[in-house]
């Protein structure tokens, strides 16, 4: 990939609204991501490997657990840094992203929440360091929108539980060391349990052939008659809503973290078209690439007002499923839009590995998906303002 000159948009003068800390840690996962993703990424993108080197330097950015408090490893942080965090990070790769996206909101957030004092001692300062990675397994192969239909199901045998079924399109899956599994008891009550390497009869094939977060490794959770100790049962919540609180917190963090997609994209665009010469001029000279830049810059800027007002709310408690549904929904669209609109003002090049345009495009073809569809989001919105359910 080309040197990694970009120069982050703030068309509003939206600094003023964050703190000295919040600058700090944003400032030092910029240069982490700059320093060590940027010159790794693109070859790691072009082989399809999650690059396990950056899992330290995750940890030590506090992308592991931002806002996990620091008795249990975590960074302690607020929702505004966590953003901030996630933002940075995608504006690498939003492979990368997910695999921070995953550890810290839908692993080490439902053990923390829902889990026993044990099980916080035990596995959270271990994937706040990343000495342990994490996976987290709700989608089934014919159960994605819809996961309150899922068939993975837990029998009580006395002194332990017995699991059987399976998970598809789990990020993080081939090399997880615990798995938050989501399965419903003989009263298909939806329970969450911590599924551990080497338990007997559990496997993680991994899924090949993405052509999307290639940089991100996918793969199966397989459940055949797995025995789960009691004491690996999320005791503090279960049903639906257990799996979905989480969804919120990743939903949250990846509003965010498109927005950096979007201004990698714009920038890389906006430096292009100064410096290409046709018909003997730049073609950022040109009104057709201007109205393309113009309406970039502008969509990012809305975008990012969104996000910092919904990361208000969250520190206070007050952000809503609906809010950050509809943040989610925005803020992908925008950037796979701008991506699109970007790759174009490259030509040619905008094809290459040369940029990152083409691969945050692809990637953001899996973020438009994952954790709820853009459908499903829209479907959210019309069921809080309308007060009727369209799901079903
Ligand atoms: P519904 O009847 O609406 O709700 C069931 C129960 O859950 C409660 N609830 C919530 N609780 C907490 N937080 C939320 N966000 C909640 N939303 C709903 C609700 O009140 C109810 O509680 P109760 O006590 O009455 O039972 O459920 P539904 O079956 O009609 O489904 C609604 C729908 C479609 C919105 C939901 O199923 C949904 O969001 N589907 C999308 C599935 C999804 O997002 N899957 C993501 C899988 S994980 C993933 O993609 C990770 S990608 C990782 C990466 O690499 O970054
Ligand atoms: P489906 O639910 O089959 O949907 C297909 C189409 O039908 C979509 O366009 C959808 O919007 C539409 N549709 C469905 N229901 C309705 C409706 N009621 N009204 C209107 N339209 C509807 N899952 C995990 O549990 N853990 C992970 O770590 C994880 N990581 C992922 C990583 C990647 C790279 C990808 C691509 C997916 C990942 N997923 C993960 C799965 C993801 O959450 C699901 O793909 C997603 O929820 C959609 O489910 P589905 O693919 O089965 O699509």
């Avoid at 045998?157 to 993080?172: E, Q, T």
């Avoid at 690439?289 to 975008?303: D, G, N, V």
């Avoid at 509809?326 to 925008?334: A, G, H, I, P, T």
Wanted: hydrophobic share 40%; proline share 4%.
């Amino acid at each position: 990939m080309a040197q990694d000159l970009f120069q982050a948009p703030d068309y509003f003068q939206l600094d003023d609204l964050l703190t000295e800390e919040h600058k700090l840690v944003r400032d030092a996962a910029r240069e982490w991501v700059k320093r060590e993703v940027s010159p790794i990424i693109e070859e790691a993108a072009q082989k399809a490997e999650f690059p396990t080197s950056i899992i330290k330097g995750l940890a030590e950015i506090g992308a592991f657990g931002p806002y996990i408090p620091e008795e249990y490893g975590g960074a302690g942080l607020d929702q505004i840094s966590y953003g901030l965090i996630m933002q940075e990070i995608e504006r690498g790769d939003s492979g990368v992203r997910s695999t921070a996206s995953v550890q810290s909101s839908l692993v080490m957030y439902p053990i923390w929440k829902y889990g026993t004092e044990a099980q916080k001692q035990k596995f959270l300062p271990k994937l706040a360091s990343g000495e342990f990675m994490g996976c987290f397994g709700l989608t089934e192969p014919d159960h994605g929108s819809n996961p309150s239909g899922m068939v993975t199901n837990i029998k009580d045998m006395g002194d332990h539980y017995l699991l059987n079924g399976a998970k598809m399109w789990i990020s993080n899956a081939p090399f997880a060391d615990v798995a938050v599994v989501w399965a419903k008891n003989e009263a298909g009550r939806i329970k969450g349990l911590l599924v551990e390497r080497g338990m007997e009869g559990f496997t993680t094939p991994e899924t090949h052939n993405k052509w999307s977060l290639r940089t991100s490794s996918t793969g199966e959770l397989i459940f055949d008659n797995v025995k789960i100790p009691k004491e690996n049962i999320l005791t503090e919540k279960d049903g639906l809503g257990a799996p979905l609180g989480c969804l919120d917190s990743a939903r949250y963090g990846i509003a965010w973290g498109a927005i950096g997609a979007a201004m990698d994209c714009y920038d890389t665009a906006l430096r292009y078209a100064k410096q290409r010469i046709q018909f003997g001029k730049p073609i950022a000279g040109f009104q057709l690439q201007q109205k393309k830049l113009a309406e970039m810059i502008t969509e990012i800027t809305k975008a990012q007002l969104l996000t910092w007002r919904l990361g208000v709310l969250k520190n206070e408690n007050r952000a809503t499923t609906a809010q950050i549904s509809m943040c989610k929904r925005n803020n992908v669209e925008m950037a796979l839009n701008i991506a699109r609109e970007a790759r174009q003002v490259l030509g040619a090049m905008g094809i290459s590995g040369e940029y990152s345009i083409m691969r945050h495009m692809m990637n953001l073809e899996s973020v438009i998906t994952y954790e709820g569809t853009h459908d499903i989001h829209l479907l959210i919105t019309g069921f809080d303002i309308t007060g009727i359910p369209a799901f079903k």
